[in-house]
């Protein structure tokens, strides 16, 4: 829940870089490694307050709105409908029929490098 202090951790531990992109309300932070995105932080959403931090699995994808319906014809649930995130991609979170989460994304070409 502490953007900053786990910004300051990983980038210490791991010598990641980290990218700020403001969203509007928040910034997002990119994490690279070696420039190249490997993962995002962000504050945690008010919905979620109480929560214990957490990672979320992101899988890259061609499509991830056919990847969400997909899973909801196989039983899972689509949690985040396929959403855009301006200069990141296009992703969904999606939980299976046991209740895990993860999620799948379509990243935009600059963004994967």
């Known amino acids: 829940t502490n953007v900053d202090a786990a910004i300051a951790y990983y980038t210490k531990l791991f010598g990641w870089q980290v990218e700020a ?8 932070n990119l994490i690279k490694n070696k420039g190249t995105s490997i993962g ?24 991830a709105d056919a990847i969400a319906k997909k899973a909801k014809q196989l039983g899972g649930q689509v949690m985040v409908s396929p959403t855009d995130i301006p200069n990141v991609g296009r992703f969904a979170v999606i939980s299976d029929r046991d209740g895990a989460g993860f999620a799948v994304i379509r990243s935009t070409p600059q963004a994967a490098n």
């Not at 992109?21 to 997002?28: C, I, L, N, S, V």
């Not at 109480?50 to 979320?56: A, R």
């Open 21 to 28: 992109a403001p969203m509007g309300d928040f910034t997002y």
């Open 40 to 63: 995002g932080s962000m504050p945690q959403p008010k919905n979620l307050a109480g929560l214990p931090s957490m990672w979320t699995a992101y899988f890259e994808v061609a499509d």
